[in-house]
């Protein structure tokens, strides 16, 4: 073997060496989650949540850092171009799935991350006005096609994960419905109670309280399996839909690039994380639910959330890049 040879094997040996001893002792610094959100809702709770777990499990700190902009585009670009060693992660929304579809020119991909785990899923629920002749989604569908034009349902804006359940619906059950945007969740709801728009696909814990008063009729929850706060609720697929699913997510994501070893250090500590106490009693506040996952399976969830609502948003035409 001739001088260079060995000198780029030494080299090789070295860097192989280094990345490894870093790995054993990750985290060594205080590791930042990123939240595309500000403070307060559902995702920056859940983060915090999980950064109080980590630091206990790891001895070392986790701290949240609010990035809100741009439905999330803002965070997720700063963390597909940080360094990929662990220290920058993402709390990840139902956006980063779709937002590269809704918004022309964006600086990533799913590709521009690794998948961490899957760390909660709380299904939507589709509620109408209580004096609503319908008891049911068929009804509900049957109805909107019988009144075109007097069937709506409010988000809490275009492009939001709501509005996206709206349209899916929409295309998966030929329902005759408009969309009405508002400025979040709370005023659509209120909108639907006041009978100012007739429905709204919204988050079960949110619509809960006007639910359990009886303001607000619940037909079905989107999800894929039945929700233990409300388990007399069919799901939209037990009502006839079977091509219908939607939940909102929240997951954790490093840069693309990140060592295996640490990615999967953190999906054991994730997955250890949510049985804990505190996390069952958000998840019970949330009607929330996650299913043991590794990495591998959070991202091909991840991949095939992003071909199911390409389609969706090049159907109805969506476009937010003005």
Not at 53 to 58: A, I
Not at 242 to 253: K, M, N, V
């Amino acid at each position: 073997m001739n001088d260079i040879k060995k000198t780029l094997l030494a080299v090789a040996l070295a860097v192989t060496a280094s990345s490894v001893m870093a790995q054993d002792t990750y985290p060594a610094k205080p590791v930042s989650i990123v939240v595309g959100f500000a403070a307060g809702g559902s995702t920056d709770l859940l983060a915090r949540t999980l950064a109080k777990e980590l630091s206990e499990q790891f001895k070392q700190t986790f701290i949240v850092e609010n990035k809100p902009g741009a439905n999330s585009n803002v965070a997720h670009t700063y963390v597909a171009r940080a360094a990929a060693d662990g220290y920058t992660l993402l709390m990840v929304p139902f956006g980063l799935a779709v937002n590269q579809y809704l918004y022309k020119g964006q600086k990533y991909t799913l590709d521009s991350f690794a998948p961490i785990a899957l760390v909660a899923q709380v299904p939507n629920v589709l509620v109408v006005n209580k004096n609503l002749p319908v008891s049911d989604v068929k009804g509900y569908v049957a109805y909107s096609k019988a009144n075109p034009k007097a069937v709506s349902y409010g988000s809490p804006g275009v492009g939001s994960s709501l509005h996206l359940g709206g349209e899916l619906f929409r295309q998966a059950t030929g329902a005759q419905i408009l969309h009405v945007p508002f400025n979040g969740s709370g005023p659509s709801l209120m909108a639907v109670r006041a009978g100012d728009v007739t429905s709204a696909f919204d988050n079960l814990s949110t619509a809960a309280p006007m639910i359990r008063t009886g303001d607000l009729k619940a037909l079905a929850v989107t999800g894929a399996k039945r929700s233990d706060a409300f388990p007399e609720l069919p799901t939209v697929a037990e009502s006839g839909y079977p091509q219908y699913e939607i939940s909102s997510y929240f997951g954790l994501a490093a840069p693309a690039g990140t060592p295996p070893a640490i990615v999967n250090k953190l999906n054991a500590a994730v997955m250890k994380a949510v049985t804990s106490p505190a996390f069952q009693a958000q998840f019970k506040t949330l009607g929330a639910y996650v299913d043991p996952n590794t990495p591998a399976e959070f991202s091909a969830f991840l991949h095939k959330e992003s071909e199911k609502w390409k389609q969706v948003v090049e159907t109805s035409g969506i476009d937010l890049s003005n």
